[in-house]
């Protein structure tokens, strides 16, 4: 085994941790578990880590820090239809973050807390000589047997996508400095700002996941990228999806730095951190999810279809199919 | 603020993180947090992490890190008389903990799995360039409103322990090459693995705890020292603790080591790890719950009492009071 390329982290989870699933553990396929609530009521559990250096900037604000593994976390509740409860949090900061750096950490977890309602339920607080890890556990509650799954999905069900997509991947590039052409783009400030937010301040779906049980048949969050995470539910479901990158909802900013450069497209198909929701719905149901989107004041927007069959397919305006060489993005780490 | 001297872990959380604490989360003062549960039953939750070069040794094995990382968060459902229901756990792993590192911590999960009847509900996986951090959240279940917290002891209340004290912290040492004299001791093979043991391997009180409901007015588990433990007992109930040194349990391997250099004496109620439970129970209960402890082959010891008052002072077999230069152990790092 020794000897084996490292296996990336989907294949480490099947291998070593799926055996070890709890019933309600949904075979770790769903990034959530389902535990008996008080009566008409299930719990929604899911726990999500961010590190240093990986999925945050050591520049990052330490408020944005931590509303950005508050969200990641609560994003994973929104694809479940999942109302907010509480959490818990353990930190491990290395010695440069001081209590300044905490107190503004600690900021941005009470604006938060505010916005979503919920409170803190407990965690614990050690030290590392490594980069910053955070870990989250989320619980949200949903009615009994009504989460948005990813193994519920059926043939035919169109798939749609709510927000933009590969925002955040581009304002993770603003921040590099790596879109040498991002000046005479002339994107302004507003532009900038929009993309390095949608990086740093991801905003979960819980409203939109909520009004779509009963609607979709099957949700999921976009952390991994749209082929990956569209490549859970297919997996879940036992289909194949068909998307239409023509059809990808772009934001301003994004469809300027896109037409400057068309290969920056695939960051739309296979960029993580977006936190937007992917599900899939039957085609009946086209006209009331695109009303519920415009209600909510979030884009919501039919980019494909799910059959038999096995994996995403992707194909361009013409018709003709489109081969990506990776199927997630790993972030910048 | 950034000149004042660093606030140790207690501290920070009294200050940053206390003040976010939902209703549910007993002021962080309780290391779980209660959840309504299905009809009659509570959810008790906790979540601890270890950071490799802390809590635990680089050259342990990767089972028994593992075992540890579930059974200090199990400890934690111990002190409140929870039957474990399942956990999350996530993973920020150094490149060089390879899949056979990772084969052997699940096989650690796996046998502790059977063990206490549980299983992984969910969780994530993630890289890092620091030392390895492990977090858990572990779930517990406990009949409605009877959970033992840390806020009911009453004036009166006689202090008990369950196992022996200072063991871990001895092991460590062990492992460490930190006793010159443990070869002229003489405690061969098995005493010196029995304390590596307890280091390695500590064993959540759970069934003890779970008897300890209606018997005992508050519990804490020792995973910071005796001192500091019985202390926030002491802080949640408004009262004070005396205890004796003289009382307090020592394995024999523990007896030889500090009967040969008595400083080390101070392990037993200062040292970290043992995760034993520390209780408070009025002396009307004493027979009963000495009786308790035999039938669960789990010495129960009773070291001191409660009264009005503030904090543990501790005292000699003469009677006089001894003081402690710090009221904590912090672990190895």
Redo the contacts between chains.
């Keep these: 085994?020794?000897s084996?390329p490292?296996?990336d982290?989907f294949a480490?989870?099947a291998?070593?941790?799926a055996?070890?699933?709890?019933?309600?553990?949904?075979k770790?396929l769903?990034?959530?578990?389902l535990?008996?609530?008080?009566?008409g009521f299930q719990?929604v559990?899911?726990?999500?880590?961010?590190?240093e250096?990986?999925?945050f900037r050591p520049d990052d604000p330490p408020a944005t820090v931590a509303q950005k593994l508050l969200r990641v976390n609560l994003s994973d509740l929104a694809a479940k239809g999942a109302v907010p409860?509480?959490y818990?949090?353990?930190?491990?900061l290395?010695?440069a973050h001081?209590?300044?750096w905490?107190?503004e950490?600690?900021r941005g977890?009470?604006a938060d807390?505010k916005r979503y309602r919920?409170?803190?339920?407990?965690?614990?607080?050690?030290?590392?000589?490594?980069?910053a890890?955070l870990?989250l556990?989320a619980?949200g509650r949903v009615a009994k047997g009504r989460a948005l799954l990813r193994a519920k999905a059926k043939p035919g069900d169109r798939v749609f996508v709510s927000g933009t997509l590969g925002d955040a991947a581009l304002g993770l590039a603003v921040l590099r400095g790596d879109l040498p052409d991002l000046d005479a783009l002339n994107l302004g400030t507003g532009g900038r700002d929009f993309l390095v937010r949608r990086y740093r301040l991801p905003e979960p779906r819980l409203e939109l996941g909520r009004r779509l049980i009963g609607a979709a048949h099957a949700a999921a969050d976009i952390s991994d990228g749209l082929v990956a995470d569209l490549g859970h539910i297919c997996k879940a479901s036992h289909l194949g999806a068909m998307i239409d990158a023509s059809l990808l909802p772009l934001s301003r900013p994004a469809r300027a730095l896109i037409g400057a450069a068309p290969e920056r497209r695939h960051l739309a198909l296979t960029s993580g951190d977006d936190y937007e929701l992917v599900f899939a719905a039957p085609a009946a149901a086209r006209r009331r999810l695109l009303a519920l989107g415009k209600s909510l004041g979030v884009p919501v927007t039919e980019i494909g279809r799910l059959d038999k069959g096995k994996g995403v397919r992707i194909r361009d305006a013409a018709g003709r199919e489109i081969t990506l060489d990776r199927s997630g993005y790993r972030h910048f780490?």
Tied chains: 1, 2.
């Design positions: 085994m020794a084996s490292p296996l982290e480490r989870i291998r070593f941790f055996p070890l699933a709890a019933p309600g553990g949904l770790l769903d990034d959530a578990a535990l008996a609530g008080p009566a719990y559990l899911t726990a999500d880590a961010i590190v250096g990986i999925h409860v509480g818990l949090l353990t930190t491990a290395p010695p001081d209590e300044a905490l107190a950490f600690a977890l009470a807390q919920i409170g803190l339920l407990g965690g614990d607080s050690t030290a590392t000589s490594g980069p890890v870990s556990t619980i780490g």
